[in-house]
């Protein structure tokens, strides 16, 4: 069985390290990027990846460039938007740019680390859906 591979494209280094962490434990190998230049290298570079996760406040991108670049280099990957923006614009700008989940920081992680955990058979539990105070629903434009 092939590994599961995930990227985390994070500035902020206890945000990263606490998802690094946490997809690691769900079985994923997990590579770590800080600027939205080096989460491309790794993109173009690598074509493992099974997830990719992205916050939208990065320091050399803006947000829905990063998530256009990030699906069109990795096309099957199941993509991750964390952010702390919770308004409807955002989080329809992130699904039409190519998102697949959409999570509102800090909300949800407990609940995405259980869905991580059923992949690959369980990928459905993470198309299309929000998770943040509310919990997790369906995305619906």
């Known amino acids: 069985m092939t590994p599961l591979c995930a990227l985390v494209v994070e500035d902020e280094p206890a945000n990263q390290d606490f998802l690094v962490r946490l997809i690691s434990l769900a079985g994923f190998e997990v590579k770590g990027a800080s600027t939205g230049e080096e989460a491309l290298r790794y993109a173009r570079e ?10 939208l406040q990065l320091p050399d991108v ?21 952010t702390v923006w919770s308004e409807p614009s955002k989080i ?5 740019s190519g998102c697949d989940v959409f999570l509102v920081k800090p909300h949800g992680f407990m609940d995405l680390f259980k869905r991580l ?9 993470l198309t299309r859906i929000i998770i943040d105070q509310y919990g997790c629903r369906p995305y619906s434009s």
């Open 62 to 82: 803006t947000d829905m460039d990063l998530v256009v670049q990030l699906r069109a280099l990795q096309p099957e990957a199941l993509l991750l938007v964390a």
């Open 117 to 125: 955990k059923k992949l690959p058979e369980g990928r459905d539990q």
């Open 92 to 96: 329809n700008s992130a699904f039409a």
């Open 46 to 55: 690598l074509s493992c990846f099974t997830l990719v996760a992205t916050d």
